[in-house]
C-alpha cells in the first residue's frame, strides 16, 4: 500500500509510485520516511517485512541480534544495536513485544528508546497492551514532545503477511493521521477506538471472545466426541448454523480436526489479553463473570501446556480431561 504525501510528517515529501506514475529522475526521488521496528516476533516480522521497501527506509531491533541481522540480511533493512539507535533518525518507531512491561522497559536507559526518539518522531506500539500503561508511557513521551499511540492488531500471521490486519488505535486524531502511511503498510481496517488506551481496551475484548469461543468449542466437541458424533460432521453443521465463528470455521477445521497444530500465536499471550480484559471489567465496575472465568480457565491451561503452545492447543487439556480428542 502507498503512502500518502499529505499525511506524513512534514519533513517528508513523497510522491506517489505505481504504473501510472512516470519515472523519477534520481535527483528529484522523495526522500524516504525511515521509519524503525522493534519486535521480529511471530507477527512483528511479516508486519515490518512490509516496511522494509519504498518508500520506507526501515531499521530493526530484535532482543535476540541474530534474528534481526537474519531479517536484515534478507530483506536489506539495517539492524541495530541497541533500540535508542534503531529510534535515531526515524520518523516512526514500532514496537510489538508481547506486553506492555517490556515495551516501557526498553524507554529508559542510554541505550534506551528515549534516548533515540526525537521530538519529531513518534512511537507506535502494536504490542497487545494494557490501557494503563499505554497511557503512563503517552504522559512520559509527552514530556518530551514525542506523540504515542497504542495500535494493537488483529489478524494473525497471516493477516500480517498479508498486509491485511485490522489496527485498533488508541490516539488523538493528529497522531493517527501521522502514523497512517505506515500502519497502511500492513493494515486493512484501521479504526480509531479513541483515546490512549482504547485501541488495548478494545483488542483485549476481541481476544476474550477469541479465548470463550475457543474453550466453549473444545467442551461442546470433546462430548459430543465421546459420545459418538464426529467432530468434523459436528464442525459442518455449526458452520451452517448460529454458533459458528471464526474459531469454528477456520481454526478447528484447519488446526484441531487435522492435529496440525500450527504454533503461530502463543496461548500465554492470549491468557494476558484475556487477563487485560478481565481487569479492563473490574477497573470500570462492570460484572463480568464469563470474562473472568475465562482468564482464570486459560491461566490454568497456561499453566499446564506452557509458554510455548499454541492458543488453540487449549483443546489438548479439553480432552485430556474428558478422555477423548477431537479428530475425525
Ligand atoms: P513472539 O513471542 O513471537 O515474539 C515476541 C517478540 O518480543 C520477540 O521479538 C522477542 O524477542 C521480543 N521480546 C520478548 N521479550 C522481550 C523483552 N523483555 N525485551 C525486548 N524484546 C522482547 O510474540 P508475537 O510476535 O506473537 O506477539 C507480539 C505481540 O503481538 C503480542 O502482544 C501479541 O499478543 C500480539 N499479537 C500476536 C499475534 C499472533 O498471531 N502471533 C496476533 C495479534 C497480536 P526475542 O526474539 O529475543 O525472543
Redesign the pocket.
Known sequence: MTARPEDLPASTSLVRLGPERHAIPPSSRPHPVNVAF????????PMARHLAKPPFSLTVW???AS?AAAFAAETGARAASSPAQAARGAQVVVT????SR?VE??LDGDDGLLAGLSNESMLVD????DPATSKRMAARLGERGIAFMDA??????V??QNGA?TIMCGADPATLERARPVLEAFGKKIVLCGPIGAGDAV?AVN?SLLGIHIWALSEGLVALSKAGVSPSLALDVINASSGRSNVSQNLFTERVITRAFPR???LA??E??MTIAAEFARENRVPSPMTQSAADLFRVARGALGEEADHVEAVKLLEQWGGCEVTG
Open positions: 522493534l519486535g521480529l516476533g511471530a507477527i512483528g516480522a530484535n532482543r535476540t534474528k510489538c513485544l508481547p506486553t517490556e522497559a526498553l502494536c504490542t497487545s497492551g494493537p492488531v488483529s489478524g494473525g500471521v493477516g500480517a490486519l483488542k481476544q503461530t500465536f502463543k499471550l492470549l494476558k489479553d
